[in-house]
């Protein structure tokens, strides 16, 4: 059984592990998954990120997590936390995001994982303060952030999506 740095009742996050390569590389590429994100992840893209979040976990003890269903042991996505750097009007901070399987969708699991994150950003990484951010569009995460009690706090032109019309407008939430 992998080592879980945060266990919800159906769910498990951890470090990442080259084996999560092709399961993350198939939900990347699911178009309905990726349609609020620019472009779909070629291997060696997931690769880099896999690396990414593994250094940034050696670093700072967490990451956007790789995150196992604990009934059936399957890597279904990701759910974590990250600092981020680009430059907005809500930045430096850490922020909280998730990218599930569809066939996990509507089933509370991002917000039981999401909720799991924010109870540890504060307890187990002293993080005091979280935001996440998101397409004006993307509804379903926008529904996330609101049922782990996070408060809009405004929005802004993502600089890293500013070519991406439909989507580089974002909504911000925060924690506290």
Known sequence: MPKYDIVTPRLGLRNWTT????????LCNDNEVMRYFP??????QVQAFIVRMQTHYKKDGYCY???????TGECIGMI??????????YTPNTDIGWRLSKKYWNKGLATEGAQACLD????KFNINTVYS???????????VMQKIGM???GTFIHPKIVDYPS?????????S
């Open 19 to 26: 084996e999560d390569a092709i399961p993350f590389y198939e």
């Open 39 to 44: 472009y779909n992840l070629s291997m060696e």
């Open 65 to 71: 997590f790789a995150t196992d269903l604990l009934e």
């Open 80 to 89: 974590g936390m990250l600092y981020q750097d680009f430059e907005s009007a």
């Open 120 to 123: 540890a950003a504060a307890s």
């Open 133 to 143: 951010f998101a397409s004006l569009a993307n509804e379903g995460s926008i529904r």
């Open 151 to 153: 408060k809009q706090v």
């Open 167 to 175: 989507l580089r407008e974002c909504v911000v939430y925060k924690n």
